[in-house]
């Protein structure tokens, strides 16, 4: 019965997924583990600045939402964030962007069941800028972030 429940439970509900790479410094580090909520992927309640984990290239991405479905995302030379021609709060970003990839020019307008989504580390992240990554379709969300269990000393809900 356990093992059932345990099993249910990492299929539908919470799932362990470590953090690889440092896309998304400071926020979280490589080698972080962090629980993700499978509920919101499949209830449609994936908002603005939610950290989401989905699958590209043959491994699980930790990227944070910026564009939401039927928005435009556009990111100027200078790095600031455009949604729907209005600049948005950047307060995740490590640094500023030096490469707007394929939201630059007139942006990126995303379907109505597509995400955009930037690593807080933007200068060492592959993410929704590049052609290879894209635009996340919503039922490719794995699941949203919600706790960091490892290391210890930095256990507790990820902002």
Known sequence: ?????????????????????????????NGDNVLIDKLSART???KRYDIVVFPAGGTLLIKRVYGLPGENIR??????IYINDEAIDDRYAYEMMKDPGRAGGLGVTLAEDEYFVLGDNRNNSIDSRALDVGSVRDKNIRGRVMLRITP???LGKVK
Do not use: N, Q, W, Y
């Not at 362990?16 to 998304?24: D, F, K, L, T, Y």
């Open 1 to 29: 019965m356990i093992i059932v429940l345990t099993v249910a439970l990492r299929s539908f509900v919470v799932e362990r997924v470590v953090v690889v790479g440092e896309s998304m410094e400071p926020t979280l580090d």
């Open 44 to 46: 449609g309640s994936i």
């Open 75 to 80: 990111i100027d030379d200078t790095g600031l």
């Open 152 to 154: 210890l000393d930095k």
